[in-house]
């Protein structure tokens, strides 16, 4: 992945700031803070970045202000780019994690009670830890009757840890899917089996989680990757390599998944369609920060849509700290949904105005104006060509559920531990692609 860096330019108003963030506005604050100079003395521009994945929310801010620092004492642009070595030491990893649990179930595995402690190693302060907000993807496609769950931040002498792509998700996802397993084994069940009966049924609220009108991975996915994946017949495969092997050994496991995406209110983005007069051209800019997830394709997706242009006519410009002012981190792949969201509100809005000269051009002349006839007519008539929107939380989407399960093979090397991925099966409800 990209290491991070940051290049500064001193200018006449300020200092250019070109840096691989997933925040431009905390980049920005952070710079004016340093040099102790007011904020609009800085513009921070961001093509796009090669990887996030959490490290460059906050850590990022450290090399670009560095940069700023140097290039307001040498009055000369400056760049820093991190080593991977020096990057991983002063910007942390993901943090581990350590899980206690004491669980009560009846025959058949059904859990009937569960209480866990989760611990998180934040290192030495605990200022981008996730052990907190896991309460949801701790339960997972479960239903846990008698829940309780206790996590805790956990300091040590290192380097402090940051976020990691779905932050704790994995750990805890881990923690009750081992669980499943250790309930499995102590009772000699199916696994499969024993997670099956602990499924969430519909309508039945969770902690911290609104009822779910279906358990899509229940009733549709897990059905379908029994059948695409063969898992029973490659089971009995599996056994019987392992009856025949004594130093490498098989292992066959279904998992289902559950990811509540619900938008927090605090994410939000500003972004600017612009349609140009001379070609009918379109540029956008939004507060997104495209960094691998494809967030501007999909961006420009949406305005050609609702405009109803091809795509090749629309452009996405760099996310800055100018019409993107004073909007939020992309993370948590929030960025995606909502820069889209306010993308097609903006475009709608634009729409919505040109589509009254339309038809007024329409009963002049008998026919549908072309796009660019439009375009200009609406120049002509001071039809403002550019729509501005502001991603409020009180307008963000609904929430909604991601389910999917994966079937996994693996094989295991018994004396050196060297093991390998034989087969990897998924099956995501993906809800209707807009690629």
């Known amino acids: 992945m990209e290491a991070h860096a940051g290049r500064v330019v001193p200018t006449e108003d300020g200092y250019n700031v070109f840096s691989t963030s997933q925040w431009p506005t905390e980049t920005q604050a952070t710079a004016a803070q340093a040099l102790g100079i007011s904020t609009n003395s800085i513009n921070v521009s961001v093509r796009r970045i090669g990887g996030g994945y959490g490290s460059k929310i906050s850590r990022q801010h450290i090399v670009s202000t560095a940069a700023a620092v140097a290039a307001r004492k040498l009055k000369q642009p400056v760049r820093v780019v991190m080593d991977l070595t020096a990057n991983m030491t002063y910007a942390g990893w993901r943090e581990p994690y350590y899980s206690k649990y004491e669980v009560g179930f009846d025959g058949k595995g059904k859990i009937e009670a569960l209480k866990i402690e989760l611990y998180g190693d934040a290192g030495h302060i605990s200022n981008e830890s996730a052990v907190g907000f896991l309460f949801a993807a701790i339960q997972n496609s479960y239903y846990i009757p008698n829940f309780n769950f206790t996590p805790a931040n956990v300091n040590t002498d290192t380097a402090a840890n940051t976020y990691c792509r779905t932050p704790g998700h994995v750990e805890a996802v881990a923690t009750i899917e081992n669980i499943m397993e250790h309930i499995a084994n102590y009772l000699k069940l199916d696994k499969l089996e024993v997670r099956l009966i602990n499924m969430v049924p519909p ?115 760099a996310s800055d700290t100018m019409v993107g002012a004073n909007s939020i981190v992309t993370g948590g792949s929030f960025g995606s949904d909502l820069c889209a969201h306010g993308v097609k509100i903006a475009s709608t809005a634009l729409r919505q105005r040109m589509d009254v000269i339309k038809e007024k051009m329409k009963s002049e002349t008998g026919k549908d104006p072309s796009w660019l006839e439009l375009v200009k007519k609406c120049h002509a008539e001071d039809v403002d060509l550019s729509e501005r929107y502001w991603t409020a939380g009180k307008e963000h989407p609904k929430r909604y559920d991601i389910w999917a399960a994966c079937c996994l093979e693996v094989e295991v090397d018994v004396l050196t531990g060297v093991y390998m991925i034989r087969r990897a099966d998924l099956i995501e409800d993906s809800g209707r692609s807009m690629c």
């Open 203 to 317: 309508q039945v609220p969770r902690m911290k989680i609104p009822p779910h009108e279906r358990n899509v991975v229940k009733e549709d996915i897990l059905p379908l990757l029994m059948k695409k994946a063969s898992v029973v017949q490659r089971q009995q495969e599996v056994d019987t390599f392992n009856m025949n092997n004594r130093w490498k050994k098989r292992g066959l496991s279904v998992l289902p998944l559950w990811y509540g995406f619900d938008y927090p209110s605090m994410f939000r983005y500003g972004m600017q369609v612009t349609i140009y007069e001379h070609d009918g051209t379109v540029a956008i800019s939004h507060g997104g920060i495209d960094m691998g997830q494809g967030i501007n394709t999909k961006v420009a997706q949406v305005a050609a849509y609702v405009l109803g242009i091809p795509l090749e006519q629309v452009v996405i410009k």
